[in-house]
């Protein structure tokens, strides 16, 4: 049972360059969430998905994509990096039911990334 | 909407001290109510939690309570040690379907021998 696993741990990315950062999660939970948090800053929602085929804009969406096309997968585009896209990424997941409501979240440990 | 406001940091104490982190929340309904910790180069982990008020959460020494006439659910531990050298994030998530998570800024506590 790994829990949710991030990829890659760094990247570098030029000014315009677009990548994909992948989350996995192997513990059936029907929600998935992209945060960035930023120095003195918290966490921010990106994006979230309530289900499988369902995804939902956050707080800051603007610069990102994402899909849910497997219960398990839960990527996070960015199509021209820019130097405000400089952060560390977290993507987590839950289950919520709407008899026991939302149970914690599950982090993965980060993805740090750079755009010069 | 619903928002988390939580006590500036960084928060600087000797060992043994007490500990006290503020949160105070804005929400409709009877949200849940979370305290989650980050240690330096990982992902952040559930500390604790409390689902309906005077729910009082604890873990590892930790102790929260779920105030609802005040909106508050602050943390407090009696005695902190190094290794509780960490970003401390208050949250909140409301009983409604299809919302997710919601974080406080985060506290920095810096604990010294």
């Known amino acids: 049972n790994a829990g949710v696993t991030q990829t890659p741990k760094f990247r570098i ?9 992948q989350c996995t ?7 998935m969430y992209w945060y960035r948090q930023d120095p003195g800053m918290g966490l921010k929602l990106i994006y979230y998905s309530v289900g499988a085929g369902i995804t939902d804009k956050g707080e800051v969406p603007n610069g990102y994509n994402v899909s849910r096309s497997t219960t398990e997968d839960f990527p996070l585009r960015l199509e021209l990096a820019a130097p405000s896209q400089t952060s560390v990424y977290f993507c987590a997941s839950s289950y919520h039911s709407s008899q026991q409501g939302g149970s914690p979240l599950h ?6 990334l750079t755009v010069t | ?5 939580q006590m500036e940091g960084p928060v600087t104490l000797s060992e043994e001290a007490f500990l006290t ?7 409709t309904g009877y949200p849940s109510l979370f305290w989650y910790v980050q240690y330096p180069g ?4 559930l500390l604790l939690k409390a689902t309906k008020a005077d729910d009082k959460g604890s873990n590892k020494g930790f102790e929260a309570t779920y105030r609802k006439e005040t909106t508050s659910f602050h943390l407090e531990k009696g005695s902190v040690q190094v290794s509780d050298s960490a970003v401390y994030f208050c949250a909140l998530m409301s009983n409604q379907a299809g919302t997710a998570l919601i974080f406080g800024k985060g506290t920095t506590l810096s604990v010294s021998s």
């Not at chain 2, 909407?1 to 406001?5: K, L, P, R, Y």
């Not at chain 2, 990982?42 to 982990?45: V, Y």
């Open chain 1, 107 to 112: 982090f993965g440990n980060g993805t740090r």
């Open chain 1, 13 to 21: 990315l030029k000014i315009g360059q677009s990548m994909t950062l």
């Open chain 2, 21 to 27: 982190i503020n949160c105070t929340y804005t929400a």
């Open chain 2, 42 to 45: 990982e992902g952040l982990q």
């Open chain 1, 25 to 31: 999660q192997d513990m059936n939970h029907n929600y």
């Open chain 2, 1 to 5: 909407g619903n928002s988390v406001t």
